[in-house]
């Protein structure tokens, strides 16, 4: 009983926490009415997003009030934070699918798919954006922007004080900016929105209108991909907004910290981060590649043609999902080079998914010293350690060995979920792309993901869009916590139903 009592307690600091995220999450959902000012004849739009919206935030702060702790701080543990960062996520997936449901006539299934694709800023998309609502497109775009900062985790540690370390830890961003939670929560919120200033500016100086460049802005920058036209960035066929997007993708893909020496000056430190270094040799050599390769045969000029690699390359390893042309026509060495960007990923602690970009530096670096080690004197001692940020941190075998373990199962949970799309009729080929592409948030599309795909594809690449988006360990852990739990408080309630114990 003592246990069951305790886990109830706890359970209700979550529960408070997971209040405040539902709040923000319907705050979140008034943005969209913001299109009725340029569109006043949308008045459809309203009670989608203002009921729902309205609703979630009374439910949050009710929640919120009523089930925080009285007089004790109740400070999570990392594994705590863990749940409510898997039901938060949850929550928003299915909050955020109730007006697109509504508003564009979608399923269930396509609804939901859309809210998971824009939470975790992956950019696959079942909605007609030739006929779907301003205010539509625009709530693609907030999302997308939202989870690509993990906003409502960055907001609760900036909100909550001691509990913040454990929600930012369990979201995948324990690096901070200031040794102090809730200042770096605050200053990457600055970074970020002084970013998406920039790119609107930018993208509307570079040719784009008021509201693309304020939802392709906010979509490169959470290198999420959703666009407001059907053949996305090719849409414009200009080369000063390929530009300015693929600026935007770079400073998107940025490891938080990272954009932070940029900011400060500190250019040593960035040009010593492995992902910096990695980034500097996989763009020209893929680029190059795709250009002589794949791109010079099909496209009319050079200009076109390495327009097109240097663009394609970089929305494949920033996991954005922007595109300028089709793959139909590409030949399968272009295709290959794209799905290796693709499974590598962007950088770390930032918001771009795959594999991570200093996963692979570092497994290139254990490759490198395994290679020398027979050649060097037994008594030698070799400097293995890299920088992170501005600090110097050792390269050991244990470290290798948990980014092996991680390599392994997304490599298995990629081919896995590729071998359900085979299953459906299409081809490996392109049954290994898509999955990739939803596996690592990136969005790009060989003609897979589509409003008539059959239900168990879209729920095939929701569920790997969700394990990208938060690396597997922490829906494991808060999964196996919530049974276990669950077990323990069931078990508790049936010893005291029972005769004798009332």
């Known amino acids: 009983m003592r246990e069951a009592s305790y886990l109830l307690q706890r359970y209700r600091a979550m529960g408070s926490y997971l209040g405040l995220v539902v709040a923000l999450v319907g705050t979140l959902m008034l943005c969209p009415l913001l299109t009725l000012l340029a569109w006043p004849a949308e008045s459809e739009v309203v009670w989608p997003f203002l009921g729902t919206g309205l609703i979630a935030v009374v439910i949050g702060l009710a929640s919120w ?19 409510i960062v898997l039901l938060s996520w949850l929550t928003a997936f299915g909050l955020a699918a109730i007006p697109l449901a509504i508003l564009e006539d979608l399923s269930s299934t396509q609804a939901l798919f859309e809210s998971v694709s824009g939470w975790t800023t992956t950019g696959l998309s079942v909605v007609d954006v030739t006929r779907a609502h301003p205010a539509t497109l625009l709530w693609r775009s907030v999302m997308q922007l939202a989870g690509g900062a993990g906003f409502a985790i960055l907001m609760l540690a900036a909100l909550t004080g001691q509990t913040g370390p454990s929600l930012s830890a369990a979201e995948g961003r324990s690096d901070q900016l200031v040794p102090n939670v809730r200042a770096s929560a605050r200053l990457v919120l600055r970074i970020y929105t002084g970013f ?48 300015v997007t693929i600026v935007l993708m770079l400073l998107g893909n940025l490891n938080f910290i990272t954009a932070w020496c940029l900011l400060r000056g500190s250019f040593r430190a960035v040009t010593r981060n492995g992902e910096i270094r990695l980034v500097a040799v996989l763009v020209p050599i893929c680029g190059g590649l795709l250009l002589w390769l794949t791109c010079a045969p099909l496209y009319s000029s050079l200009s076109r043609a390495s327009r097109v690699a240097i663009f394609e390359t970089v929305t494949a390893l920033t996991t954005t999902g922007y595109s ?21 990923g962007g950088a770390t602690c930032g918001t771009a998914g795959g594999i991570k970009q200093f996963r692979i530096y570092l497994l290139f670096r254990g490759l490198v010293r395994e290679l ?30 948990t980014i092996g373990v991680f390599v392994f199962l997304y490599l298995g949970v990629w081919l896995c979920g590729a071998a359900v799309l085979a299953a459906w009729g299409f081809t490996l080929r392109d049954s290994l792309f898509e999955l990739a592409s939803a596996l690592g948030t990136v969005g790009l599309s060989v003609g897979v993901t589509a409003p008539d795909a059959p239900w168990p594809v879209l729920w095939t690449e929701m569920v790997a869009m969700f394990l990208g988006r938060l690396e597997f360990f922490v829906i494991i852990a808060s999964a196996a916590k919530l049974v276990r739990d669950g077990v323990v408080l069931g078990r508790s309630s049936r010893r005291a139903q029972r005769p004798g114990n009332s």
């Open 65 to 83: 009030k009523l089930l925080r702790a009285k007089n004790d701080v109740v400070v999570l543990t990392i594994q705590e934070g863990g749940v």
């Open 196 to 243: 998406v200033a920039f790119g609107v500016l930018a993208l509307r100086a570079a040719g784009m209108g008021w509201f693309d460049a304020i939802n392709h802005a906010f979509c490169a920058l959470s290198t999420g991909g959703f666009s407001t036209r059907v053949t996305s960035i090719g849409y414009f066929d200009s080369a000063a907004i390929e530009a």
């Open 324 to 344: 300028t042309v089709g793959y139909g026509d590409w030949n399968s060495f272009g295709v290959l080079i794209l799905l290796l960007l693709v499974l590598i």
């Open 372 to 401: 020398r080690r027979p050649f060097l004197p037994r008594t030698s001692v070799v400097d293995d350690s890299t920088y992170e940020g501005e600090e110097r941190v050792p390269l050991t075998d244990a470290r290798l060995r």
